[in-house]
C-alpha cells in the first residue's frame, strides 16, 4: 500500500521559513516525480512545485519562484519543500504526490499526472 505523509507545517509569521517532507512507502519513489500542491480556503488546488524522479530538474509556480526549493533524498524517499520569505498569500494546506508515470520526461503540472496523494499539512502565515 502506498502511503504518503507530510509534515513540516505550522504557524509562523511572514518572512519566516518552513520546510515541508513527505515521506513515502510502498512504493517505488526512485523511479517517479514528485509534485507539491497546495489548497487555500475557497481556491482550487495548484501546483507550487514539482521535481522529476532523478532530481535534476526541477518546476515552480511564479509566485514561489525564488522563494521556495523542492529537493529529495531517493534514499530516505523523502520530498522536501524549503519554504522561505513566507507570504500570508502562502497560507493552504500543502499536498505532496507521486507522479503516475514512470520516469517520465517532463514535470506534469496537473493533478490527473498524479497517482498518489498525501493527507496535507497546514501552513498559516500571519501577517
Known amino acids: 500500500q502506498v502511503q504518503l505523509v507530510e509534515s513540516g507545517g505550522g504557524l509562523v509569521q511572514a518572512g519566516d521559513s518552513l520546510r515541508l517532507s513527505c515521506g513515502v512507502s510502498?512504493?517505488?519513489?526512485?523511479?517517479?516525480?514528485m509534485g507539491w500542491f497546495r489548497q487555500a480556503p475557497g481556491k482550487e488546488r495548484e501546483v507550487v512545485a514539482g521535481?522529476?524522479?532523478?532530481?535534476?530538474?526541477?518546476y515552480y509556480a511564479d509566485s514561489v519562484k525564488g522563494r521556495f526549493t523542492i529537493s529529495r533524498d531517493n534514499d530516505k524517499k523523502t520530498v522536501y519543500l524549503q519554504m522561505n520569505s513566507l507570504k500570508p498569500e502562502d497560507t493552504a494546506t500543502y499536498y505532496c504526490?507521486?507522479?503516475?508515470?514512470?520516469?517520465?520526461?517532463?514535470?506534469?503540472?496537473?493533478?490527473?499526472?498524479?497517482?498518489?496523494w498525501g493527507q496535507g499539512t497546514q501552513v498559516t502565515v500571519s501577517s
Open positions: 504526490a507521486a507522479d503516475r508515470t514512470f520516469r517520465r520526461s517532463s514535470i506534469t503540472l496537473t493533478e490527473s499526472g498524479y497517482a498518489y
Open positions: 521535481i522529476n524522479w532523478s532530481g535534476d530538474r526541477t
Open positions: 510502498g512504493h517505488t519513489f526512485g523511479n517517479y516525480a
